[in-house]
């Protein structure tokens, strides 16, 4: 019974195939477009994996996954045993109750409450204007310049465009709305949607409702299950968007930076 170090991908996949939409994040890490940017650690118990946290180090802060299975006690456990082998810094998706389990680390700033979502209904994403584009490499200087005036802060990856899973509308010769992804794997059947952002002059014409759309059918026609995005539990309009395009809510979780004491 302890912590284990784990590389084996089926391993991984069974676990998180528990409840795939609180997990898509990590499987969609499994692929080899994402797996030389992780470390997964686990805490077994009589041979069986109760919990799993994953330490994804591509971004400037790397980002600890820590979404507790039930009990939620074994994950304290995994957290207090790994806590010295974390990053000085890391940008948590946590299990709420456990942000204290992390020993000599303290939050930088306040927890803020997210939403897991899942689709569930892709009928809902039929009778959607379209218009939409495809986005690629070749877009990235427009991509780059549009996400400075949308959604500056966000975390995006030039290599993401690499998935030509990015979609964007255009008005008046230039982007108004991007739709992407933060994880996507064929082959581990999954997607995470994420840089969903309008310009704040085109705000409340559907577009990014449309973009959504038009992006899961993509991903529906990949193969993907799982389609999966977070949101602040605050944005309201959001959730009732992807509501309406067939989403449900999956889990609740914090999302918190921590430093080490």
Avoid at 3 to 13: S, T, W, Y
Avoid at 102 to 108: D, N
Avoid at 129 to 139: A, Q, S, W
Wanted: with cysteine; proline share 7%.
């Amino acid at each position: 019974m302890g912590v284990v170090e784990l590389r084996d991908r089926q391993v991984i996949a069974g676990f998180c195939r528990r409840r795939p939409a609180v997990h898509a994040y990590a499987l969609g890490d499994l692929d080899d477009f994402f797996w030389p940017h992780t470390r997964w650690l686990g805490w077994e118990r009589d041979g069986r994996l109760e919990q799993l946290v994953l330490i994804y180090d591509e971004p400037e802060t790397p980002v600890l996954l820590a979404l507790a299975e039930p009990p939620a006690t074994s994950m304290a456990d995994l957290l207090a045993a790994v806590a010295e082998e974390l990053p000085t810094d890391v940008y948590a998706h946590i299990t709420a109750e456990l942000v204290g389990a992390l020993r000599h680390f303290a939050p930088t700033s306040p927890p803020a409450k997210h939403r897991k979502l899942e689709l569930v209904d892709p009928s809902r994403l039929d009778g959607h204007p379209d218009g939409v584009v495809p986005l690629g490499p070749d877009d990235l200087d427009e991509v780059l310049a549009f996400y400075a005036m949308a959604y500056p802060g966000t975390w995006f990856e030039p290599r993401m465009l690499e998935t030509r899973r990015y979609v964007g509308i255009r008005d008046s010769g230039g982007l108004a709305c991007v739709a992407g992804v933060h994880v996507w794997s064929p082959e581990w059947r999954v997607a995470a949607l994420g840089n969903v952002a309008t310009l704040p002059e085109a705000r409340g014409r559907g577009l990014a409702t449309a973009a959504c759309a038009h992006l899961c059918r993509i991903l529906l026609e990949d193969g993907v299950d799982t389609i999966s995005l977070n949101v602040r539990a605050d944005n309201a309009a959001a959730i009732a968007a992807y509501q309406r395009l067939g989403f449900a809510q999956a889990a609740d979780y914090v999302e918190v930076p921590l430093s080490r004491a």
